[in-house]
């Protein structure tokens, strides 16, 4: 397994384009965190300290770093995307078949080096969460600090589901730009399934939860949009915005479902094609 | 002897289009081996398939003792494609590095084998700033990593200019002289000829011949004569059983053997009916007048 990541880490370390990538999504989210957690004067008229508004508590804060650090993933799918067209343009993949690697492996090492850097970016979250949320938190107790670190499971979850995603329509489509294209359609064929489900079902609550069980919006509903729920924390009295934000059991059992399913699917179109 | 790889009855369609029919034939440990056909012969295809990235629709293969996964067996075999495939941004050596990774290689042979290409002084440029000869010499350096059992080089001269090309041979005789295997696929006769003790000819996807080059046809060869008199010499000559056909071209004279004698005794039985030559040559046909031979026969 290491030597699949170490020689997968090669082909990503030493291009220039990755590099900047991986740098990119892991820094920006970083420092947009950071950013947002320190006191911000507009030059004497006002201050801005988002903490103040009580969303770096626990345990809010690890609904609400994670809601948007998962937006910076696109950064890294491009990479997941690139790093297959790369194979099929420069021909590596069938230099690397020929000089002994098998296509399992090859899927593998993609995969785990997906399955890393997601174990990476989630580690840098919790951590970084963590710091502020000690910083800035009105409780600090070890049963409310460490209550709701689903999320960071959740988050994990999310990006492997996505970048294996990812994985699949660049194995499919050989070509980067194309694959991201896939994504945006995917999008469109999901809300188009959630139309078709609406016309036979008749009620909106019962088609979104079909759309529940497809890719993209699976992952998006692992983590719910937390801003409704500051609000609910500002007004409790307006029980009427009360929503189900909690990250559940089968929320996830689905997206590895999913991640399952691309992977094992990348895995047969490399066995089947001719290089 | 010990074999190096088995092919059994192999078979590849693209669609409607047979590419590589019926195929069998076994590669022995020590020979030069020389796959030969015509483009679009289906010899890319059946190097494709034994080395894992072409699918076959039917039929078998096997490495070595017949034991040993595919992709394990690759690990003792170095391969050239075509093209030399390598990461553009990424040095020679980096590249190699990769290549070991891969094939569980020391480290230690990447200088070792660029010495034997003559790239180690260019081993830190970039891959995309090489020439088409360094590229491909680069591949070989790769493919010989690993101190392969067998060698495989699809066109290996395909595209290179005459300097390019030479050294590409002068390296493939170093490395056969070492007592390595190797399969070359060419379409270039001249370049067979010059290095392979076995040949494989293809037409069509199917088999014309496996076997030694020089029992490629049953011809023991042809003697080239001149001499002043030459209606004699025709006339001894078609009387002689030994000799078949005869072709009188501008005072030069070619009989074709059709048992074997050499050109020695020839000389004496010419010498004592009281001819004389002034020009005695025994040949074989070249590898291209065989090959063009058998592929028309069929």
């Known amino acids: 397994m290491l030597r699949l990541i170490n020689l997968e880490l090669q082909k990503l370390w030493l291009n220039r384009t990755s590099k900047v990538l991986i740098f990119v999504s892991f820094i920006l989210p970083f420092t947009v965190l950071v950013l947002s957690s320190i006191k911000i004067n507009f030059f004497g008229f006002f201050t801005l300290e988002l903490g103040e508004l009580g969303i770096f508590n626990f345990p809010i804060i690890w609904h609400i770093t994670t809601f948007f650090a998962s937006q910076f993933k696109f950064f890294f799918a491009i990479v997941v995307v690139s790093m297959i067209g790369n194979e099929y343009s420069n021909k590596t993949i069938k230099q690397n078949l020929i000089d002994g690697l098998s296509k399992k492996e090859f899927i593998l090492s993609k995969f785990y080096t997906i399955v890393f850097f997601s174990l990476v970016a989630t580690l840098l979250i919790g951590i970084a969460s963590f710091c502020i949320g000690m910083y800035y938190s009105s409780y600090t107790e070890a049963s409310i600090v460490f209550r709701e670190t689903e999320f960071l499971l959740a988050y994990f979850v999310k990006l492997v589901g996505f970048f294996s995603l990812c994985l699949f329509f660049g194995m499919l489509v050989k070509r980067s730009a194309f694959a991201l294209g896939f994504l945006f359609v995917l999008y469109i064929v999901e809300w188009l399934i959630f139309w078709g489900a609406y016309e036979v079902l008749g009620t909106a609550d019962s088609a979104f939860k079909v759309k529940n069980f497809l890719p993209l919006e699976s992952m998006y509903k692992l983590i719910d949009q937390p801003v409704q729920r500051i609000v609910m924390t500002k007004f409790p009295e307006k029980t009427e915005i009360a929503y189900d934000y909690a990250v559940h059991w089968y929320e996830i059992v689905t997206v590895i479902g999913w991640t399952a399913l691309f992977v094992f699917l990348s895995y047969r179109l490399l066995k089947k094609r001719d290089l | ?243 078949g056909k005869l072709k009188i071209d501008n005072g030069l004279i070619t009989a074709f053997l059709n048992q074997p004698m050499d050109a020695s005794s020839f000389n004496k039985l010419m010498f004592e009916k009281g001819i004389v030559l002034s020009h005695l040559v025994k040949r074989k046909e070249s590898l291209e007048e065989q090959f063009l031979q058998l592929t028309d026969n069929n």
């Open chain 2, 1 to 243: 002897m010990e074999q190096i790889l088995t092919i059994n009855n192999l078979t590849k369609k693209f669609g409607y289009l047979t590419a590589v029919k019926d195929l069998s034939f076994t590669i022995n440990k020590g020979n030069v081996y020389g796959i030969l056909g015509p483009n679009g012969s289906g010899k890319s295809t059946t190097l494709g398939i034994v080395l894992n990235v072409v699918n076959r629709t039917s039929g078998q293969f096997s490495w070595f003792d017949g034991k040993t996964s595919t992709h394990e067996a690759l690990k003792k075999v170095g391969a050239i494609i075509e093209r030399p495939n390598f990461y553009p941004y990424m040095t020679a050596q980096q590249n190699l590095k990769l290549v070991c990774k891969i094939k569980g290689v020391d480290y230690a042979k990447i200088d070792e084998k660029l010495e034997i290409v003559g790239l180690l002084d260019r081993k830190d440029h970039k891959f995309r700033t090489y020439s088409l000869g360094m590229k491909q010499r680069l591949a070989i350096a790769s493919a010989l990593l690993n101190d392969p059992e067998i060698l495989i080089l699809d066109e290996p001269t395909n595209g290179l200019d005459p300097q390019g090309i030479h050294q590409i041979r002068e390296i493939i005789k170093k490395i056969a002289a070492n007592g390595t295997t190797i399969l070359l696929a060419s379409h270039l006769l001249d370049e067979v000829e010059k290095v392979c003790s076995h040949v494989v000819v293809l037409r069509k996807g199917e088999k014309l011949y496996s076997g030694r080059v020089d029992e490629m046809i049953n011809s023991h060869g042809f003697f080239e004569l001149k001499t002043d008199k030459e209606d004699e010499l025709v006339k001894l000559l078609e009387s002689d059983t030994s000799f």
